[in-house]
């Protein structure tokens, strides 16, 4: 029940995350996107087996960085003889920030829930949207017009939870496997934060606008109909350790987001939890993974560019070590 309440808090933000390119027309909402941008020097393909790696370090520590994407299929195959050396001797784990919500919420999250209804049919709020929602809909195996009943955003969150139900992607892999391999390597891990899930979910369905939802709809409605192979292939790269195709996979599910009010500025927030994370685990001599967002690391002003800026090395490892 917490992981389903946690992924509610997100607003669908993992589900959605891997949604198509749609663009928001000219002269619309202006999206402010921390992660738009990558710093090529750091989009480098793998030297090793399996996903890349990046090594953050300094005299005496040494921090092995795994990149991950949003979603992948399931039962895709990567290879984790990497992870599994570096995760021996390890003293942590470092994992990316957990939003969490608990079962006294759930008052909370149905109430937030009947906000996202419609005052008036969608169809007539989006006239030119409706034919394509329509047949998305019914592409994810929902019957009827239920559609009609919600706010934009209401619908496409309704519809991003069953495209990716039916299109067979998750977000429970590599996750998974990377804390299966931990567990026998007697690795405790610890996410880089931890923080209550409402007060983001409040300030979202309260505040945001028609725009925005329309935005996030439209996004949701292009995924459907460019179906799941995008993310597949990028999910497929990544386990390749091409750098480079990985994060080119759709990020309109992230547009989406930042398109919501406050979303920006938590994800900048998550981000520097992360870079603080890094920078308390150097303190102590030896050597740790941290697994965290692949495009969030290779971002401009993302978490590998701001511990270069704390002074730390940051390269790419080119050996089994």
Same mark, same amino acid.
């Given at each position: ?5 946690? =992924? ?8 959605? !995350?891997?949604? /198509?390119? !749609? ?33 953050? +370090? ?31 001797? !390890? ?19 149905? +109430? ?17 949207? /409706? ?28 519809? /991003? ?5 039916? +299109? ?64 597949? /292939? !990028? ?28 979303? =920006? ?27 965290? +967002? ?28």
């Amino acid at each position: 029940m917490r992981r389903r309440l946690a =992924a509610m808090a997100a607003l669908t933000a993992l589900a959605v !995350a891997s949604l /198509a390119h !749609a663009q928001a027309p000219p002269d619309t909402l202006v999206i402010d996107d921390p992660e738009a941008n990558v710093v090529e020097e750091l989009v480098v393909n793998a030297k090793l087996p399996g996903p890349a790696w990046w090594k953050v +370090s300094d005299a005496d520590t040494t921090i092995y960085v795994l990149g991950v994407p949003g979603a992948a299929p399931k039962g895709l195959t990567w290879d984790t003889s990497v992870l599994d050396r570096r995760l021996d001797g !390890a003293f942590t784990l470092i994992t990316p920030p957990q939003a969490r919500a608990g079962l006294t919420d759930l008052p909370a999250l149905l +109430s937030m829930r009947s906000k996202l209804k419609a005052e008036r049919p969608l169809d007539q709020v989006a006239p030119d949207l /409706a034919p394509r929602l329509a047949r998305a809909w019914a592409a994810t195996g929902q019957k009827g017009d239920g559609w009609k009943d919600w706010k934009p955003l209401g619908a496409g969150l309704m519809l /991003a939870g069953n495209a990716v139900r039916k +299109s067979g992607l998750t977000d429970a892999e590599p996750d998974k496997t990377i804390q299966k391999l931990a567990r026998k390597h007697k690795v405790k891990a610890r996410p880089a934060a931890v923080y209550k899930a409402m007060p983001m979910i409040k300030t979202v369905v309260k505040r945001h606008s028609e725009e925005a939802g329309l935005i996030c709809l439209e996004g949701v409605i292009d995924e459907v109909e460019a179906g799941p192979a995008p993310v597949r /292939a !990028a999910a497929r790269a990544w386990a390749d350790g091409d750098v480079r195709a990985a994060v080119r996979a759709p990020r309109q599910g992230q547009r989406c987001v930042m398109a919501l009010p406050g979303m =920006a500025e938590e994800f900048r927030r998550m981000s520097a939890a992360q870079v603080e994370a890094v920078s308390q685990a150097m303190k102590t001599p030896g050597k740790a993974v941290a697994v965290l +967002s692949l495009r969030g690391l290779v971002a401009e002003d993302g978490v590998l560019q701001k511990l270069r800026e704390r002074g730390f090395k940051v390269t790419t490892p080119d050996s089994a070590n």
